[in-house]
């Protein structure tokens, strides 16, 4: 017997909710529209942050190109594997301006063409012009293949948002009122401190209002690449983005696809909702921490032999002291996965130095104070951005190809 992942009444409420913005064909010329650099820059400005682009714009002409490293290195790309960088925690406009003219400054590092935040998609954020501006920073100045963006369930919302939720869909979601015309969803299983990571716990229906933070923000600023935090939401979004090819999802490690059984559970996800044309909305699955680098290589090869479109593996380098044990490095395990001829994307939660917001806290600051300690969050990336550059030189010495963002190339 085999059962559907989603019932016709789940098909039917995330069908609605698609209509409601307008339909997949619109909601996808509309994303890809506001991706254009003028576009976001002209907005960006009317919003107060054209001052912070044009100086990004300035910083980036210092940044150095691979070309020059492989010229001066000698450098051959002898050996299969292929190394893609990617760094966390650029955590809005103000803080990734902060690293880029830190970069500038230093002049030697090779910046990272995948780029991670976990920024809560509050109003403020959204809708400011601060989102909008991190992403033509990220992929318009720096032309980062990716930048992902985080929607955490339990993010604090407008109380007429939920009510027009609600009525689209037809479903009821258990919130509370935190005054002011601002509500939240209730989570059960706290977890943490932060609430079990800000909303790996989706209770009930609440993969909807996932997707509906997804459609608002997409539509409003051209973010097109999103953390999934949970199975329910994971299944939502293949089936949601479909018809979207301009959106796509990575799925957390905190997912915990520790082994390849969890691996052939999200492969089984990933073959019930195909597009027409054969690909999937997963662009990205980061192989969770307790994983060894054995088992890194029998899912890349179990999802080479599925038939099922390619999808990047991605494994932490470095993670931050309250993610994980202590002196965490799967460094070493990186190096059997590229020597194996397996690619491999490597990410970087903190640089392997326990620095001051260098914590998951960091990830769960407010707006104003995500703002007011952007300086001191600017140096964390910058130097995350640091190590990475490093490791991903050694790898390149060693024969593998590594793959940076545009900026990094003549």
């Known amino acids: 017997m085999h059962f559907n992942l989603l019932s016709d009444k789940d098909l039917k409420a995330i069908d609605n909710l698609i209509d409601a913005y307008g339909g997949a064909k619109a909601i996808n010329e509309k994303v890809i529209a506001m991706q254009d650099y003028e576009t976001r820059k002209k907005i960006a400005s009317e919003k107060g942050f054209g001052d912070l682009l044009e100086k990004a714009e300035g910083h980036i002409k210092d940044f150095p190109k691979v070309e020059d490293f492989i010229a001066k290195e000698n450098i051959k790309v002898s050996k299969p594997g292929v190394c893609t960088t990617q760094v966390s925690g650029f955590q809005g406009a103000y803080v990734t301006a902060d690293c880029i003219k830190r970069l500038a400054e230093n002049g030697k590092v090779l910046f990272p063409t995948e780029m991670i935040s976990v920024v809560a998609l509050t109003d403020h954020y959204v809708y400011s012009g601060d989102l909008l501006t991190t992403l033509a920073m990220a992929e318009n100045l720096l032309k980062a293949s990716k930048f992902c963006s985080a929607n955490l369930v339990t993010t604090p919302l407008p109380e007429e948002r939920f009510a027009k939720i609600e009525k689209i869909t037809g479903e009821k979601f258990d919130r ?5 015309g601002t509500s939240q969803l209730i989570l059960k299983n706290m977890g943490t401190a932060f609430g079990n990571f800000g ?174 300690k952007a300086k001191l969050i600017g140096d964390v990336i910058y130097h995350k951005c640091i190590r990475c550059d490093k490791d991903a030189k050694e790898i390149m010495r060693r024969g593998h190809k590594a793959i940076y963002a545009g900026i990094a190339y003549k």
């Open 176 to 180: 509370r009122d935190l005054g002011d």
């Open 199 to 372: 909303g790996i716990e989706v209770g009930d229906n609440n993969h909807l209002v996932y997707l509906d933070g997804i459609l608002r923000s997409s539509l409003e600023t051209g973010a097109n690449f999103f953390l999934n935090p949970s199975w329910s939401t994971i299944i939502a979004a293949c089936y949601w983005g479909r018809e979207i090819p301009a959106v796509s999802f990575k799925i957390s490690m905190l997912l915990s696809t520790q082994n390849a059984i969890q691996f052939r559970m999200l492969m089984n996800i990933v073959k019930e909702f195909l597009r027409d044309d054969g690909t999937t909305p997963l662009y990205e699955i980061n192989i969770g921490n307790a994983a060894s680098p054995e088992t890194f290589i029998q899912c890349a090869e179990e999802l080479k032999a599925s038939g099922l479109p390619n999808i990047s593996l991605a494994a932490h380098l470095r993670i931050n002291p309250d993610l994980g044990m202590e002196g965490f490095n799967w460094t070493d395990n990186a190096y059997k996965v590229l020597d194996n001829g397996t690619d491999i994307t490597i990410k970087y939660e903190s640089d392997g130095t326990a620095r001051p917001y260098d914590t998951m806290e960091t990830y769960f600051l407010t707006d104003a104070e995500r703002d007011e």
